[in-house]
Nanobody, 115 residues
Framework: QVQLVESGGGLVQPGGSLRLSCAAS????????MGWYRQAPGKERELVAG???????NYADSVKGRFTISRDNAKNTVFLHMNSLKPEDTAVYYC?????????WGQGTQVTVSS
């Protein structure tokens, strides 16, 4: 069984920064994709960013240039560095892991961008 534990959410003012972390444990396969989705109230869950174990990344258009995803393969940990945060970035952020598509999910961490 794979477990994903997220940390780093919170309240930040517009223009501020946050870093989310997600550590995977259990029977995680060596070649995988990890990343983040988010879900705002009344909206569908959407992909924010993903990164392969080889380092290839993809981002939602709405976060390109502001968010950076990275990972530490030795620790099976993925990070999401969020800069220039906007109120519309407010959502619950979910970490995921899988071979290609999400197979495992974290419990979610709240990010609120508000003055």
């Amino acid at each position: 069984q794979v477990q994903l534990v997220e940390s780093g959410g919170g309240l930040v003012q517009p223009g501020g920064s946050l870093r989310l972390s997600c550590a995977a444990s259990g029977n995680i396969f060596s070649r995988n994709v990890m990343g983040w989705y988010r879900q705002a109230p009344g909206k569908e869950r959407e992909l924010v960013a993903g990164i392969t174990s080889g380092g290839s990344t993809n981002y939602a258009d709405s976060v390109k240039g502001r968010f950076t995803i990275s990972r530490d393969n030795a620790k099976n940990t993925v990070f999401l560095h969020m800069n220039s945060l906007k109120p519309e970035d407010t959502a619950v952020y979910y970490c995921y892991a899988g071979l290609i598509n999400p197979q495992y999910w974290g419990q979610g961490t709240q990010v609120t961008v508000s003055s």
